[in-house]
């Protein structure tokens, strides 16, 4: 039994590996595209074999917390709309959820507390060559889905944010359901035990433990459930996405 499974694994492994080489020399052709997209779906199915959807990310002690949690991408978002929310403290702040859900909303970050909260000690690691380890609080995703109620044919779950990361293009990314309800995946308005600081993301960021560090959008403004990203941005499921990053970020 063991040896099956072993023996299916570097099979899939393998797959895995051999599709996904290929991959600068076919990207040049049209079809590569659509080549290019069915090997990232079967790098996230061998994934998911390799650690089943429920399998938890690993979590740390106190001990391990990085003494600064260094602050990437965008740290203070110039947007009107941001240094307005930010000038009262956040108090006027509301996250809008909408698209494919049966009971769309806008909540406080109080409201949103009320769903549930859970606290982790994880690792982040971007693929720019650092990693820090921190303590976050949040609303499980999994509590806000369950409060708007998904629709037949929702798949994917949108992040909006309140930065543009390039002049007029917003900073968003996605997830698809199974990710977005895993026990893990967070609504963090706390590190470390204090509030979000605003280079980290105030006042809500998502924590997607299992994925690289571009997936955990911060500076939430809308969560839009939909059927397909292709209408989103330039259409690949996020900001560094639309500029050649993987979609599923699996670490
Ligand atoms: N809205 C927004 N979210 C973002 C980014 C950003 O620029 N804007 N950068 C991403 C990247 S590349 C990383 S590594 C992490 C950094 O999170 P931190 O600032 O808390 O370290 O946020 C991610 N989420
Ligand atoms: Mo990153």
């Avoid at 996250?95 to 049966?102: S, Y």
């Avoid at 009320?114 to 509590?143: M, N």
Wanted: with cysteine; proline share 5%.
């Amino acid at each position: 039994m063991t040896d099956r499974r072993t023996f299916l694994r570097r099979t899939l492994l393998a797959l895995g590996g051999a599709t996904l080489a290929g991959c600068d020399r076919i990207s040049e052709s049209e079809t590569g595209t659509k080549v290019l997209a069915s090997a990232e779906a079967v790098t996230r199915r061998v994934q998911r074999f390799l650690s089943p959807s429920t399998a938890l990310a690993k979590e740390f002690t106190e001990a391990d917390i990085s003494p600064v949690f260094k602050p990437n991408g965008s740290t203070m978002p110039d947007t009107p709309a941001y240094q307005a929310l930010l000038r009262d403290g956040f108090s006027g702040y509301r996250l809008e959820v909408d698209g494919m859900v049966e009971r769309p909303t806008r909540l406080s970050l109080d409201e949103l507390k009320s769903l549930g909260t859970r606290t982790q000690i994880t690792r982040h690691d971007c693929v720019e060559g650092w990693s820090a380890i921190g303590k976050w609080t949040g609303t499980p995703l999994a509590a806000l889905l369950d409060h708007v109620g998904p629709k037949e044919g929702a798949r994917y779950v949108v992040f909006h944010c309140f930065d543009n990361i390039e002049e007029d293009t917003p900073y968003y990314e996605s997830i698809d359901l199974v990710e977005a309800r895993h026990p893990q995946t967070l609504l963090a308005y706390a590190l470390n035990g204090a509030p979000l600081p605003v280079a980290n993301g105030a006042p809500l960021r998502l924590r997607v433990e299992r994925q690289l560090g571009y997936k955990h959008a911060k500076y939430l403004r809308r969560i839009e459930l939909v059927a397909s990203f292709a209408e989103v941005g330039e259409g690949n499921g996020g900001y560094w996405e639309d500029n050649g990053y993987e979609w599923y970020a699996g670490i």
